[in-house]
């Protein structure tokens, strides 16, 4: 006779050795986006994690071969809609460097304050978002608040508030504004005033720490296994940042303000600090560079192109230090006035994919935290 197996299901749900699978997802108010978690539970405790991804998958890399070199631009700089700056700066690097390109000097200094500027600003919105996952509502308004006038800076010198479209093959759109660098000084001087919030009261918090030391720990291992780059990695004591190890732009000339900051930890707390230090950090930096452009003599802030852009036949590689992480573009040119093939590395597919060592063994209620201190933001996943 075949044996079977019976499970008994009584008051309070099956026996304690049933599995239960459980879809965290898709949706958008936990998740920082349209992103599901498959899970395997035994009783509260994660025995498998699976992210699926691809719900809001554009196709981007297929349309890259579609447009031509300055209109890229413009698909480039919304993947990670909270880094727009810096994702057109990877696009146009690639570019410039298969035509071997050179950009004015007040351009690589202007590039290179508003990437920091656009790196606040994303590191505002998980200093601030990342509490409110975890119950704290205030830190949110906080944050918002300096996002506000770090937006009306880079409003007034682009025009546009998340997708800046101001970088452009051989420099940028045009010069600063009259009057700009005054008020983008004053900005960043009242944003520092304040970062104090984050540092007294989010840390300073109890029940803060309480849910975030020890808690979602990535070894130096799983680090290096999945590709794991920016913050998240350096909060696991994987000490390289691309401004101060392969420099680009104008970060070879600032050595001695750039720190890049790091942990050992590996767990959510340290997570959030190595964002808050590199926040502090990017004010710094911001300042350099006004200091610098202040001056530089007037001069031009782009090369005059043809009507016709075409790259030369060949391939390169230009990656950034994202906000998120590493951002590479894989440029491939046959010569003609649109990219044959832009494969895109994107710092949120890769950090991401983490969870499936991160999850396992862990409790359902720590899910969140663990999730929320990878600090992604969808669309960098599907891209």
């Known amino acids: 006779m075949t044996p079977t197996t019976e499970t008994t299901v009584g008051i309070g749900g099956a026996a304690e050795s049933t599995d239960m699978v459980l879809n965290i997802g898709p949706q958008h108010p936990s998740t920082h986006g349209v992103l599901r978690l498959r899970l395997v539970l035994d009783g509260e405790r994660i025995q498998h994690a699976e992210p699926v991804i691809g719900y809001m998958?554009?196709?981007?890399?297929?349309?890259?071969?579609?447009?031509?070199?300055?209109?890229?631009?413009?698909?480039?700089?919304?993947?990670?809609?909270?880094?727009a700056f810096s994702n057109e700066l990877g696009v146009v690097l690639a570019v410039e460097r298969m035509l071997g390109m050179e950009v004015p000097a007040r351009a690589v200094w202007m590039r290179t304050l508003l990437a920091e500027l656009n790196r606040v600003l994303n590191h505002l919105m998980f200093l601030g978002s990342y509490p409110l996952e975890l119950g704290g509502i205030t830190p949110v308004f906080y944050s918002f608040r300096e996002r506000e006038e770090l937006q009306a800076v880079m409003e007034e010198i682009s025009g546009g508030r998340m997708h800046f479209m101001f970088n452009r093959v051989g420099g940028l759109k045009e010069d600063l504004p009259a009057g700009w660098a005054a008020r983008a000084r004053a900005t960043v001087?009242?944003?520092?005033?304040?970062?104090?919030?984050?540092?007294?009261?989010?840390?300073?918090?109890?029940?803060?720490?309480?849910?975030?030391?020890?808690?979602?720990?990535?070894?130096?291992?799983?680090?290096?296994?999945?590709?794991?780059?920016?913050?998240?990695?350096?909060?696991?004591?994987?000490?390289?940042?691309?401004?101060?190890?392969?420099?680009?732009?104008?970060?070879?000339?600032?050595?001695?303000?750039?720190?890049?900051?790091?942990?050992?930890?590996?767990?959510?707390?340290?997570?959030?600090?190595?964002?808050?230090?590199?926040?502090?950090?990017?004010?710094?930096?911001?300042?350099?560079?006004?200091?610098?452009?202040?001056?530089?003599?007037?001069?031009?802030?782009?090369?005059?192109?043809?009507?016709?852009?075409?790259?030369?036949?060949?391939?390169?590689?230009?990656?950034?230090?994202?906000?998120?992480?590493?951002?590479?573009?894989?440029?491939?040119?046959?010569?003609?006035?649109?990219?044959?093939?832009?494969?895109?590395?994107?710092?949120?597919?890769?950090?991401?994919?983490?969870?499936?060592?991160?999850?396992?063994?862990?409790?359902?209620a720590d899910m969140v935290a663990i999730l929320g201190s990878l600090f992604f933001v969808v669309g960098d996943i599907d891209k």
């Open 189 to 364: 001087a009242d944003v520092r005033t304040r970062m104090d919030v984050y540092d007294n009261l989010v840390l300073g918090n109890e029940i803060f720490r309480g849910r975030t030391r020890d808690v979602g720990r990535m070894s130096p291992e799983t680090v290096h296994a999945y590709g794991v780059s920016g913050p998240i990695a350096r909060a696991s004591g994987v000490d390289f940042d691309l401004r101060r190890d392969e420099p680009y732009l104008a970060y070879g000339e600032l050595g001695d303000v750039l720190k890049v900051a790091t942990r050992q930890e590996g767990d959510c707390l340290a997570r959030f600090e190595v964002l808050l230090e590199q926040t502090h950090n990017s004010l710094d930096l911001a300042d350099a560079c006004l200091d610098r452009l202040a001056q530089l003599t007037p001069g031009p802030v782009n090369q005059r192109l043809p009507k016709v852009l075409k790259a030369p036949e060949g391939h390169t590689y230009a990656w950034t230090e994202n906000p998120l992480g590493i951002n590479g573009y894989y440029l491939v040119s046959k010569g003609d006035k649109t990219p044959y093939r832009l494969k895109l590395r994107s710092a949120s597919y890769n950090n991401i994919q983490a969870l499936v060592e991160l999850l396992p063994g862990t409790l359902v």
């Open 57 to 83: 998958h554009r196709g981007a890399e297929k349309l890259f071969e579609a447009r031509d070199y300055r209109q890229i631009i413009m698909l480039a700089n919304r993947h990670d809609w909270l880094s």
